[in-house]
């Protein structure tokens, strides 16, 4: 009896392992496809920069930017070419949480690179952003 017990106990505690180390692998396969992905926090009537340091090769791009937040916000996307900043989108969001921005990053040459900015108006909270490169097929 006491020998059945603690086979059924090393059963469970087996499978719970197992089950949590499945649980870590998924969450470690989860951001695989993604180039970049950054959570970043903006301080209440700040800006932030990212800079993205693109492959060095022809590609077209996607970038998302997914916030809960309060808003105002304020989603820009810059491409930089030799040293030269040149606004790809811009788009401000006055929604109350569930903002999101999608806009496409082409770089025919392979010699650009990305940066993202996010401003966030308002003045009571700060706002936790995603940031999401991922390169399209």
């Known amino acids: 009896m006491i020998m059945?017990?603690?086979?059924?106990?090393?059963?469970s505690l087996l499978m719970l392992a197992m089950l949590s180390w499945t649980t870590v692998a998924q969450a470690d396969d989860s951001h695989q496809d993604y180039l970049y992905y950054r959570d970043v926090n903006v301080p209440p009537f700040?800006?932030?920069?990212?800079?993205?340091?693109?492959?060095?090769?022809?590609g077209h791009?996607?970038?998302t930017m997914v916030s809960d937040s309060l808003g105002p916000l304020t989603f820009h996307v810059i491409r930089v070419r030799d040293e030269k900043e040149q606004t790809?989108?811009?788009?401000?969001?006055?929604?109350?949480?569930?903002?999101e921005f999608h806009a496409q990053f082409d770089n025919p040459t392979g010699t650009d690179d990305l940066i993202v900015e996010v401003a966030n108006s308002n003045p009571a909270a700060a706002a936790k952003v995603s940031v999401v490169v991922v390169e399209l097929p």
Not at 46 to 58: C, N, T, V, Y
Not at 88 to 99: A, D, E, Q, T
């Open 61 to 63: 791009y996607e970038v």
């Open 88 to 99: 790809v989108s811009l788009r401000r969001s006055y929604r109350i949480g569930n903002h």
């Open 4 to 11: 059945r017990r603690l086979q059924l106990n090393c059963f």
């Open 46 to 58: 700040q800006k932030l920069h990212e800079f993205f340091d693109m492959p060095d090769r022809p």
